[in-house]
């Protein structure tokens, strides 16, 4: 069963290098979880009424963990 994450970031300063959420991820304000991607989007849209996130200081992600892959041929 897929899970989804609501994250809310701040937005860092662009230091003249891609973005690598990998290598070094945003600060996190706030993480909910939600058990449909329903439910995530309407966290979502909570967010992003807020002042922060209008203002382009903070972001909200929609993250689905857990997934299985489609095609399960490669595992075997």
């Given amino acids: ?16 290098l891609a973005r690598n959420e990998r290598v070094s991820p945003e600060r996190r304000r ?3 979880g939600a058990s449909s991607r329903e439910a995530a989007d309407r966290i979502a849209g909570a967010f992003m009424a807020l002042g ?3 203002a382009g200081r903070q972001r909200v ?4 963990v857990g997934r299985r892959p489609r ?3 490669h595992l075997g």
């Fill in 52 to 54: 922060m996130v209008r």
């Fill in 71 to 73: 095609d399960l041929e």
């Fill in 61 to 64: 992600k929609v993250i689905a």
């Fill in 1 to 16: 069963m897929t899970r989804f994450l609501v994250v809310l970031t701040d937005v860092r300063p662009l230091d003249g």
């Fill in 30 to 32: 706030q993480v909910v």
